[in-house]
């Protein structure tokens, strides 16, 4: 088995967000030696499960062995008709596994890519899951940064209602491009409102979904937890007459 080959298909697998898990096999593989070989791993995400077949094949000018694609299929436990994708890793712009995981769930992802010319540039990616060609992948979207969405602009229209804390901002749009739903906790512990917030490139907005899965709008959401609002309110009042009595006395 070439070492250097079996390291560099190690750090292959992590960068695609695969972890460690395969690496037994990888090496027992490597070891047969064989022109072609193929690699499964399943994946948990709350209900839903992925399962994951990766490609490898030899070059055929040496001994050494390429990590090229793999096929995400998606498994939700609403019944759904099962969804699947091909993904290829290149150089520039690899989905990761996690990343693929969202894109089968209909949200989208950022991503810097390159021409066929090799001229990077950033986009937006989100999968067009109406329509599957006859292998059963959906196209590819893509908006990049001239179609005009401003996802920091959309973020500080949540922070000015105080839906989420402006020092959060960094950490949410990061986790956001990666392609993930945000969990936001609106009012306190004792009587709260659980909102969704996935970035919506395609209308130059954020989607805000409740628990139910039904869109909201962003106005909408003080509506959600005004005896919550009120409460804090009356505590204020409270705490303004104690201290005056407090001074009083």
Not at 158 to 180: H, T, W, Y
């Amino acid at each position: 088995m070439n070492e250097k080959n079996y390291e560099f298909l190690k750090e292959q697998l992590t960068k695609t967000g695969f972890g460690d898990k395969l690496h037994i096999e990888l090496a027992n593989k490597l070891s047969e030696q064989p022109d072609k070989f193929t690699l499964s791993l399943e994946t948990k995400y709350d209900k839903d499960s992925t399962l994951s077949t990766l490609h490898f094949s030899k070059g055929s000018q040496s001994d050494m062995y390429f990590f090229n694609r793999y096929e995400m299929q998606l498994k939700t436990d609403q019944g759904e008709e099962l969804k699947r994708q091909l993904f290829y890793v290149n150089k520039v712009g690899t989905v990761t596994q996690k990343e693929g995981y969202n894109l089968l769930n209909g949200r989208s992802v950022y991503k810097e890519l390159s021409t066929k010319e090799g001229e990077r540039y950033h986009a937006w990616m989100q999968l067009d899951l109406k329509n599957a060609d006859e292998k059963g992948n959906y196209a590819m979207q893509k908006f990049n940064d001239n179609y005009g969405f401003d996802l920091k602009g959309e973020l500080s229209k949540f922070g000015a209602l105080g839906v989420i804390d402006p020092k959060q901002n960094e950490r949410i749009e990061k986790s956001l491009q990666k392609g993930n739903l945000l969990e936001v906790l609106l009012g306190d512990l004792a009587e709260k409102a659980v909102i969704y917030l996935a970035a919506d490139p395609a209308y130059k907005s954020i989607k805000i979904t409740d628990q139910k899965g039904d869109r909201l709008r962003l106005d909408e959401l003080s509506k959600l937890v005004p005896k919550v609002e009120l409460k804090e309110s009356q505590k204020q009042k409270q705490s303004q007459k104690q201290n005056q009595k407090q001074q009083i006395a």
